[in-house]
């Protein structure tokens, strides 16, 4: 069960089919791609001597290298650990080390970084930067068959965003990225021959994984020129691909609707945004609605249970006639096709319709654990559910809605309380950019509830106008105990708001 068999398919029934694509250029057709892939894997096993099950690691800015890199390591059967290009080489360092990796694939702008980071990573023998001429050298040997692997055999050691600490390496096997491909076809959004993906996003995430049913159903694969998300150039592909899906962090989205020429940009060819990573404001989902049509899918998963564990579809999300429209749309959807999901208390025990515990999922998508981490592996994976971390609650209907990670919970006074209630209603200021609910010590009450407000250019609000609106929505004990405003709100490197920072600012202080 060698995912890269895809591919392989592919290249015969869409043979002529661009794969591959930078800017306004086609690079690659399905059997170019195909040819290519095969002998990379040749030069990894043969000439760089390789064996079975070996890391190979990417530490790639978005370049249309990383498709067949990816799917080269695959088809020697080897594993692939993508690395967010934007992480410190001390980081770069960590995984490399960790991972075990023997080769790394870099983009020329990483290759000072990686060879920095080779001196925490001894096992680490050969740094390839792609498009130079020794590594077109890797493409003139003969074409390797495809490897038999197992479905347990490691494709994809995915390091989480180490916001709480040290990254880890979910375990993703080839039988798990062929469940997340099929649920996307099933679950998500189809895909025809015709169809494209531009990946603004990063590539060693989210995107690069929905690269895999794109590639399976011989869609065209396309980089942006600057590598990553310029809001000016996806309106010029948008406009220059017909048929062109996104996957975005919930960020992008409002970036790409808040954007001045939006009511002047041509967004017809634009299929399909699917986005997830982190929460979507209702307020935001309307507005994209409104200016981008019935082009949104929403998705909740983990890098440990990738892409995904629930999901709204186009039919859910435009189906504006439904009594319980905004209560949907306020969720992230339905149980994928193959997956089981529980609310559970801290002892296992399932939650009632509308009680609020910790979400575990089940299915075929779930990782095999965290890379030599057993400690971690068995606090995450109990009796085969996945602890997911995440606190929520699901309805009569099915429908499970988000309240927090469970370690952004706020207890006040003994009562839980919920950042993203608090941020949904601040963010219905027409002021409010962005915001972010934190917990800050208290002598008294444990914690009390600060928020940090960004606003829109050339608007202001006061802390009485915040505070007038919460409430008139809110419980009076949920309403912010105090208001900053500040210039941004810093991000990782998959977009989701810091709060760990700024609940440390506010221990410090």
């Not at 870099?106 to 001894?122: Q, R």
């Not at 439904?322 to 193959?338: C, K, M, Q, W």
């Not at 654990?369 to 971390?389: H, K, V």
């Not at 105090?482 to 709100?489: C, G, S």
Request: glycine fraction near 8%.
């Amino acid at each position: 069960m060698n995912f890269a068999g895809t591919l392989t398919r592919s290249a015969l029934t869409y043979a002529d089919n661009a794969a591959v694509s930078k800017g306004h250029s086609i690079v690659l057709n399905y059997t170019q791609l195909s040819d290519r892939v095969s002998k990379l894997a040749y030069s990894l096993r043969y000439s760089l001597a390789l064996k079975k099950n070996d890391r190979v690691a990417l530490i790639m800015k978005n370049c249309p290298e990383i498709i067949e890199t990816i799917y080269a390591v695959w088809h020697a059967g080897l594993s692939v650990v993508p690395i967010n290009a934007k992480l410190h080489p001390r980081e770069f360092g960590y995984i490399l080390e960790d991972s075990g990796a023997k080769v790394c694939f870099a983009t020329s702008e990483l290759m000072e970084s990686v060879t920095d980071a080779k001196t925490d990573a001894p096992l680490l023998d050969h740094i390839i930067e792609v498009g130079t001429r020794s590594y077109e050298k890797l493409f003139d040997g003969r074409a390797m068959p495809l490897e038999d692997l197992a479905p347990t055999d490691l494709a994809w050691l995915f390091y989480t965003s180490g916001t709480t600490g040290r990254p880890k390496g979910a375990m993703l096997s080839h039988r798990n990225i062929h469940s997340m491909t099929m649920n996307y076809l099933a679950d998500v959004d189809t895909i025809d021959p015709n169809d494209c993906i531009i990946h603004a996003a990063p590539m060693s995430h989210g995107s690069g994984l929905y690269a895999l049913p794109h590639i399976a159903r011989g869609a065209n694969n396309i980089i942006p020129e600057s590598g990553g998300f310029d809001v000016a150039e996806t309106f010029d592909l948008i406009q220059f691909w017909p048929q062109s899906t996104f996957f975005f962090a919930p960020t992008m989205v409002t970036r790409l609707i808040n954007a001045p020429n939006i009511n002047q940009s041509d967004i017809s060819n634009l299929k399909t945004i699917v986005y997830g990573g982190a929460p979507m404001y209702l307020n935001d989902t309307l507005k994209a609605l409104e200016i981008l049509g019935p082009k949104l899918v929403q998705i909740y998963g983990q890098g440990e249970s990738p892409m995904t564990i629930t999901g709204l579809p186009k039919h859910i999300i435009n189906n504006k006639k439904h009594p319980n429209y905004f209560e949907r749309l306020s969720s992230v959807g339905i149980a994928r096709t193959d997956v089981e999901i529980r609310i559970v208390s801290d002892n296992g025990e399932s939650k009632d319709i509308g009680e609020v515990g910790e979400i575990i999922v089940r299915g075929d998508v779930v990782m095999k654990g965290y890379w030599n981490n057993p400690e971690a592996t068995a606090n995450s994976i109990r009796d085969g559910w996945l602890w997911t971390g995440d606190v929520g609650n699901i309805d009569a209907e099915g429908f499970l809605t988000l309240k927090d990670r469970s370690k952004d919970l706020i207890i006040s006074g003994g009562t839980n309380i919920y950042p993203r209630e608090i941020e949904e209603i601040l963010l219905k200021h027409p002021s409010v950019y962005e915001c972010a609910v934190v917990g800050r010590p208290h002598a008294d009450w444990g914690e009390e509830i600060i928020a940090f407000i960004t606003t829109h250019p050339n608007t202001s609000v006061t802390k009485e106008d915040l505070n007038e609106l919460c409430l008139e929505h809110i419980a009076r004990f949920k309403r912010p105990k105090d208001y900053r405003f500040v210039d941004k709100l810093e991000k990782n490197n998959y977009g989701k708001i810091l709060k760990t920072e700024l609940r440390e600012i506010l221990r410090r202080e």
